[in-house]
């Protein structure tokens, strides 16, 4: 049974950091590409960053989260981590994983766009991240 299970979430002041997890079952997390998506309180879920099954990193929103977020991914535990730093109050959202499986391991089309959330079949059931003071 294919299964995505993300923690890691919780509140932090503004400057903070969180690193969260997404803990894979039922296939071989490293062979597909994990994505984290955000869905912010009346906005449209967005994409994060992924991981390819080459370990080759995309980020979805370069001007949002380019140098703070950082995406890796453990094979032994099977699990892929979002390492959020320098956190603000726009960060606030639920953070979901999603995979690839069954169908690919690029985080990225041939035409090189990021994958968009409707392109994933399998999501975790999310995590909430609250950034205040």
């Known amino acids: 049974q294919v299964q995505l299970v993300e923690s890691g979430g919780g509140l932090v002041q503004p400057g903070g950091s969180l690193r969260l997890s997404c803990a894979v079952s039922?296939?071989?997390?490293?062979?597909?590409?994990i994505a984290w998506f955000r869905q912010a309180p009346g906005k449209e879920r967005e994409g994060v960053s992924c991981i390819s099954s080459g370990d080759r990193s995309t980020s979805y929103a370069d001007s949002v989260v380019k140098g703070r977020f950082t995406i890796s991914r453990d094979n032994a535990k099977n699990t892929v981590y979002l390492q959020m730093n320098s956190l603000n109050a726009e960060d606030t959202a639920i953070y979901y994983c999603?995979?690839?499986?069954?169908?690919?391991?690029?985080?990225?089309?041939?035409?090189?766009?990021?994958?968009?959330?409707?392109?994933?079949?399998?999501w975790g059931q999310g995590t909430q991240v609250t950034v205040s003071s």
């Open positions: 999603a995979t690839g499986f069954p169908s690919w391991g690029s985080c990225t089309t041939r035409g090189g766009r990021p994958r968009n959330s409707y392109e994933y079949d399998y």
């Open positions: 039922g296939f071989t997390s490293a062979d597909y590409a």
